[in-house]
């Protein structure tokens, strides 16, 4: 197990130090939690493979949605805008907003 230092200490299991990438996203939401799910896509499959699912409640999802901005507004202040493409990718995957 391994511990990072930060705002508060996060303990990170063995094999989970590198993350999953993911090119795709969904949420959805029901009266008492959000359900994010995030996709990975590649040009030879047909579907999105999960590499995540992450369920939360609605209180969290504000919470995570504000620090999300925080920090995407913080990247554009250091680094310039975020372009995002005006056509989809060219493997027919579409953009979820």
């Not at 094999?15 to 795709?24: D, K, P, T």
């Not at 969904?26 to 047909?46: G, Y």
């Not at 995407?72 to 493409?85: D, L, N, S, T």
Request: net charge negative; charged share 25%; glycine share 6%.
């Amino acid at each position: 197990m391994k511990h990072v230092e930060g705002p508060f200490p996060i303990e990170i299991p063995a094999g989970r130090e590198e993350g999953v990438y993911s090119n795709q996203a969904a949420v959805r939401h029901s009266n008492l939690e959000f359900i994010l799910d995030f996709l990975r896509r590649v040009p030879e499959k047909e579907n999105p493979l999960l590499v995540s699912r992450v369920v939360m409640s609605p209180q969290h999802a504000k919470i995570f949605a504000m620090a999300f901005s925080q920090q995407v507004r913080a990247y554009e202040e250091k680094f310039g805008e975020i372009q995002i493409p005006a056509v989809p990718p060219p493997y027919g995957g579409e953009l979820k907003m």
